[in-house]
């Protein structure tokens, strides 16, 4: 019987012949010394015999002789000697192998931070840059670094892993491989010397690598596993008529514990319903940019990152009633499932005054809902209450439903993008792309329409973080979704953002279109989280240019 492992080799060197663009490949294991760089040298060498340019761009041995015995005859590429706080390390040299331009490159240890000062933070931004290229990688990685699975590590095993990398970075891998092992071999293999130095394998057979602690490793991986595999089967433009009735949204504070404990549980649960899901800051009067210290306003800017990291569209309301304007969002963006912190204590007078949380608020006020109040402590839900035990909420039988849109080019031509090479104020962006995306509306309908995306910008903003704007109206007398793209080079100089707003989608539903609004938004959100289609967006001179570079990533999908 063939090896599954020599069969998905075999795949991937079809893969890369027929290949225009760099595709990657992930050896994933659950524990150090599963073999995952032993298995991807061995299929290096493989390609080597069948004539393909491969070299080692990065690959860490840790002192194994037979994972070395394998670099043997393997065209090496010299590394980056750097020095941070006086001590000398090596990093891979991203030039030098963009320089060579091979057919593949082996890049070990995905997830790994790179010294202060090098050309990325992480490594897997240099092989996106590497796949960018045209340039084939084939990498590894352990399942505790994926960024949604933190908490579940930490809680299960008591380890915070401090190097992590975002989920979606194994979601868009062109092949997976799980290199697995029992649990008994893995602990066999480190008795026997072969994956830690001698002074070290009583300590982390005692902590690390108990067998306790590799089992549910292991289990976590192979769930993982059947997530992707499951996703990866889904038809997709199934997914897209079914992604409106019940998506996911996740509520944030300026102040609250653990925030990042809330998204990465919301990321998980949208995984699993194969649902969009929403971050919401609300923006209380007392919460105003000029009244909340500087610590609060980069915790929350963080925060706020991170969400995007994960996935998530970020929004930020404006409102006094925080339980209202969850609701509200809700609503408007066909919300099936709200994922909120655990209140703190209520004191005694509140409690006289019959005060309430915004958690008793929401489970009182909301209908057709779930709530999940997750103990950001524990990681647990305390409650989670279905208000009403029915399917999903569908549309309205009177709900105008379009087709299935399965490209932003369908929505969007030359005519319709914008090449800002100065500073340019938020409101000549917002007016100037209403123009362009009603350019056969006459002027009193655009000005109309200029002031309701004014006013939903000034209730909750889209521009916020990362360099990505999604502003979004829904209007009446419209017949069919429009967009328009604005790229400026020189960011929006009346938005303070941690990153400068350089790409702006502007999208316009008609008003019984509310499918069609999450679909579009849907879409522009995954066009804004793909880095290399923002950098070529930042790049380019005219509308034509952006335009080839959107239908270039669309046919890459």
Request: charged share 25%; hydrophobic share 40%.
């Amino acid at each position: 019987m063939n090896d599954p492992i020599d069969n998905k080799a075999i795949s991937f060197l079809r893969m890369i012949r027929q290949s225009q663009r760099g595709r990657l490949k992930i050896y994933l294991g659950y524990c150090a010394g599963v073999g995952k760089t032993y298995q991807m040298l061995l299929e290096a060498r493989r390609l080597k015999e069948d004539g393909i340019d491969v070299v080692v761009g990065y690959v860490e041995t840790h002192a194994r002789p037979e994972t070395a015995q394998l670099l043997n005859g393997l065209e090496i590429m010299p590394r980056i000697k750097q020095e941070y706080r006086g001590v000398p390390l090596e990093e891979m040299d991203v030039a030098a192998i963009l320089a060579r331009k091979p057919e593949v490159a082996l890049i070990d240890e995905l997830a790994h931070t790179n010294v202060p000062g090098s050309r990325n933070q992480k490594r897997y931004e240099d092989v996106q840059d590497i796949l960018d290229a045209g340039i084939h990688v084939i990498t590894t990685l352990n399942v505790q670094h994926l960024e949604s699975l933190y908490n579940t590590v930490e809680n299960t095993l008591g380890v915070k892993v401090r190097e992590r990398l975002p989920d979606i970075v194994l979601l868009q891998a062109d092949q997976i491989v799980n290199v697995d092992l029992t649990t008994e071999d893995l602990r066999r293999r480190l008795e026997g010397g072969k994956i830690y130095p001698l002074e070290r394998i009583e300590t982390a057979l005692m902590n690390f690598f108990r067998e306790s602690n590799l089992e549910q490793l292991r289990e976590i991986t192979l769930r993982e596993l059947a997530a992707h595999i499951d996703a990866r089967r889904r038809d997709p433009s199934e997914q897209e008529i079914t992604l409106a009735p019940d998506q996911v949204m996740v509520c944030l504070s300026s102040q609250g514990p653990n925030s990042e404990m809330l998204l990465r549980y919301a990321s998980r649960l949208a995984g699993k319903l194969n649902r969009n899901w929403y971050a919401l800051y609300v923006q209380t009067p007392s919460e105003d940019p000029e009244k909340v210290d500087t610590q609060t306003q980069q915790m929350l800017s963080s925060t706020l990152t991170l969400a995007k990291q994960l996935g998530a569209m970020v929004f930020t309301y404006k409102g006094e009633n925080i339980a209202d304007t969850i609701l509200q969002f809700a609503r408007e963006y066909r919300v099936g499932h709200i994922v909120i912190g655990r209140p703190g204590t209520t004191s005694r007078w509140k409690r006289i005054l019959d005060r309430r949380t915004i958690v008793e608020c929401l489970i009182e006020k909301a209908e057709g809902l779930t709530v999940v109040v997750l103990d950001t402590v524990k990681g647990l839900p305390v409650i989670d209450k279905r208000l009403v035990e029915t399917t999903p909420v569908k549309p309205p039988p009177h709900a105008n439903v379009p087709a299935t849109i399965p490209k932003l080019s369908t929505l969007l031509s030359s005519k319709q993008i914008i090449v800002w090479d100065k500073p340019v104020l938020k409101e000549d962006i917002l007016n100037t792309l209403v123009m362009v995306a009603l350019w056969n509306f006459d002027f009193p309908q655009q000005l109309v329409a200029s002031q309701k995306i004014w006013e939903r910008e000034q209730q909750g903003s889209t521009f916020f973080n990362e360099g990505v704007a999604f502003p979004h109206v829904r209007l009446d007398g419209l017949d069919q979704p429009r967009l328009a793209l604005g790229i400026t080079h020189h960011g929006v100089v009346d938005v303070a953002a941690q990153k400068p707003i350089e790409v702006v989608f502007l999208i316009l539903t008609p008003l019984q279109q509310a499918s069609a609004q999450l679909q579009i938004l849907a879409l522009s959100s995954k066009a804004g989280q793909n880095r290399h289609l923002i950098q070529q967006l930042k790049k380019v001179d005219t509308p034509e240019q952006a335009m080839e570079a959107i239908q270039d990533w669309e046919a890459q999908l």
